[in-house]
Structures are given as C-alpha cells and as structure tokens.
C-alpha cells in the first residue's frame, strides 16, 4: 500500500484555511477528491457511485496528489468531499500527542470537533486501522494461537520463534515498534529484527512471507492489500499503542446541508469496510490488477448498495 510514514510527514505543513464564501455554495456537480494510493482511490470510487446511483451528480478528482494537496483542496472548496483517515485530524491541528487519537471512538469525535470550524464535516469512519501493526505468517498464528500483541507478547516471552521485518524508522522510532514494547511488555534482540531499507510493506510482507532470512513476521499498515493475499494475519493492538487511522468521508458542510442525504448513503457503505474487507478489497487491486472502479462496484453491488 501507500508509504504511510511519507503521508505523515507531509501532513503536518498542513495549515487549516477559512472557506471563501464564493464557494461555500453548492455546486452542480458534486466534486469528489482522492489521495493517490489504491485504497484512497477505492474509496472515492465508492463515493462517485453512491452518489451517482441516487441522482448526485459528480466530478471525478480522484487520486488527485497527496495528504497536502487532497486536504488544502477540500479546505479551500476545490474540491467538496474525500476519504482521509481520521488519526491525521492531529496533525492537521497539532495536536497529535493526545491520547484521544488512539481510541477509534474518541478519534472520529475529535476530528469532528476541530474540522467544525473549517466548515467541514466528518462522517462515519469505516471500522478499519490503517496504523502500524505486527502480521504474523499464518503458521506462526496457529502454533502459538494468536490473535493479539497480547498473545504476540506472551509468545516471545516463553521463547517463541520470532523475527520481524520492518524498517529502520519502525524499529528505531518511539511511536512504532517501541511504543508495542512499552505497551505490551516485551523486547526485541537485534537478532530477531530484519532492517529493510524505506518503508515499503510490500518489501517486508513479501519477506515474511517467502521467510527471507528466517523473517515469519513483518511491519504492516492495517489495511495492506498483500497481507490477506500473501497469508499473514495483523496482530490487534488491544491497548492502543498505535494512533487509530480509520478512513471517512470529510465533506464541506455546505454541500451536505444541500444534499444531507449524501450522508445516509454513505454511512453505511464506510460502516461495512472493516479491516479484512478493506485488505480484500486492496489485493484486488494491487496484488491482481484489477482496475479501482470495477473493485468499487463489485463490492457495492454484492453487498446491496448498488443494484
């Protein structure tokens, strides 16, 4: 999936601007925005076609550039709507050292609450954490039963065979690798880490799942598509040592108080993507090739949204 460290570095220059009353009207046609990753474009896709389907005209922006440019263009009324993930609301108003940010519930509250003032709304977050995580090789999981860092924790404790891939920023930071020491009570010898440079999953997923020098686990962003499809399972983060980054809908207000039923088509689609669904969805298309906008309406339609 998408570097999610680079998403975070250029996030914080982020400053929230007033929204022009020449543009707080409106407009024909809906404009839908996107980040450039797959899983961005998968969102803003399901977007264009909730509210195609039910006779919202749109314009497609989508995978338009990066955090900076997707969310300076919905606060500035370039564009009306698009999916971000609820954990950056921290950097944009800097204050991403609040531990609201990593209770899912208590995250998509606060978003809101500090976006109100941009004139721009917060819908239902899908119930998928696209954060740092630990994913295991499935034979790992199933000899020692695991399910959590928890049990992650536990395992090496008694001795379990484990060695991560991950990057050197992952390993080294004190938000990441770290922060699930801390958290779950465990540390890692330097010989049970493999440092890959950058911070491309793919590398590390692809490593734990060929056991490149005996790696059996890897860093991973939740939703990563390659994790499903290569046979790793996330370990769940039950004490929140990492931010919540859910992903949802951020539209400016004045076009939801001129279409308010865009939120009622919405929700529902954000609420069905949890995380297994998401890495689903996400190895169609990065694992398969198949194109964002089939992936899109295949699942809207299998599961009812769309007829």
Do not use: C, H
């Amino acid at each position: 999936m998408r570097n999610f460290l680079s998403r975070r570095g250029v996030i914080a220059a982020v400053v929230a601007l007033s929204v022009s009353t020449s543009t707080a009207l409106a407009q024909d046609a809906v404009r839908v925005g996107s980040k450039l990753d797959a899983e961005g474009g998968l969102l803003g896709s399901m977007i264009i076609q909730m509210l195609e389907a039910n006779g919202i005209k749109t314009e497609n922006k989508l995978q338009m550039g990066a955090t900076k440019i997707v969310r300076s263009a919905l606060v500035t009324g370039e564009i009306d709507i698009y999916p971000e993930y609820t954990g950056n609301a921290g950097f944009f108003f800097n204050v991403d050292t609040d531990p609201a940010w990593k209770n899912a519930k208590q995250a998509a509250e606060k978003a809101g609450t500090l976006d109100a003032e941009n004139g721009i709304v917060w819908l239902k977050a899908a119930p998928a954490n696209n954060t740092w995580a630990i994913a295991l090789r499935q034979d790992v999981v199933d000899e020692g039963n695991l399910a959590s860092m928890e049990d992650l924790a536990k395992y090496i404790g008694a001795g379990g065979t484990f060695k991560l891939a991950a990057s050197a920023e992952f390993v080294e930071s004190p938000a990441a690798l770290p922060a699930f020491e801390t958290a779950y009570g465990f540390t890692l010898k330097p010989d049970q880490t493999l440092i890959l440079a950058g911070g491309d999953t793919s590398a590390t997923i692809r490593a734990a799942a060929e056991q490149t020098s005996d790696v059996n686990a890897a860093m991973v962003y939740g939703t990563d598509g390659a994790v499903a499809a290569l046979g790793l399972v996330v370990m769940t983060d039950d004490k929140g040592a990492q931010a919540v980054y859910e992903p949802a809908p951020t539209i400016r207000k004045s076009v939801l108080d001129a279409y308010p039923q865009i939120r009622d088509l919405l929700d529902p689609v954000f609420a069905s993507l949890d995380a297994p669904t998401l890495q689903g969805l996400n190895a169609k298309i990065q694992v398969d090739g198949q194109d964002i906008a089939a992936v899109a309406q295949e699942y809207l339609i299998s599961k009812g949204f769309l007829k």
